[in-house]
């Protein structure tokens, strides 16, 4: 079971995020803070399921989706076609992604915006924000 202080953590999140905190998703929400690295919704919903926690699939799919709608949860992908979620921090960060395994490490310090104002001036542009995943290997895998 998430603690009871992951559960508070997971109903502030959905407030901030303007969803009704219900316990499925404050749930989910909390099993997600748990995770170092990211998982997909086929992961988390076997490890809620190995808790005890009586939660289908598809209300796990239906509550990241809306969580990473809501720009609660960020979605990542390693691999096509499989899309894995994570609780990052509030601030602006970017993800390096290890393409064999599925870690995860969370960039926080981003010096890419006095570079994009300067080539996105040469261009007429105006730069409004910028998303960035780098895709590489860890130390572990490498
Ligand atoms: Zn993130
Ligand atoms: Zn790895
Ligand atoms: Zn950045």
Do not use: I, K, N
């Not at 010096?111 to 007429?124: K, Q, T």
């Amino acid at each position: 079971m998430a603690t009871a202080e992951q559960l508070e953590r997971a109903e502030e999140l959905l407030a901030g995020a303007g969803l009704r905190a219900t316990a499925q998703r404050a749930t989910v929400l909390a099993e997600l803070a748990a995770e170092r690295d990211d998982v997909t919704a086929q992961q988390l919903h076997e490890r809620l399921r190995a808790r005890g926690e009586r939660l289908g699939l598809a209300t796990v799919y239906r509550t990241l989706r809306l969580l990473a709608e809501a720009g609660a949860v960020d979605v990542l992908s390693h691999h096509a076609g499989e899309l894995c979620y994570r609780w990052c921090g509030d601030e602006h960060h970017h993800h390096l992604l290890c393409s064999e395994c599925h870690r995860v490490v969370e960039l926080v310090d981003c010096e890419l915006d006095p570079w994009l104002e300067r080539v996105s001036r040469e261009h007429g542009f105006v730069t409004t924000g910028h998303r960035l995943e780098v895709s590489g290997v860890c130390a572990d895998c490498r």
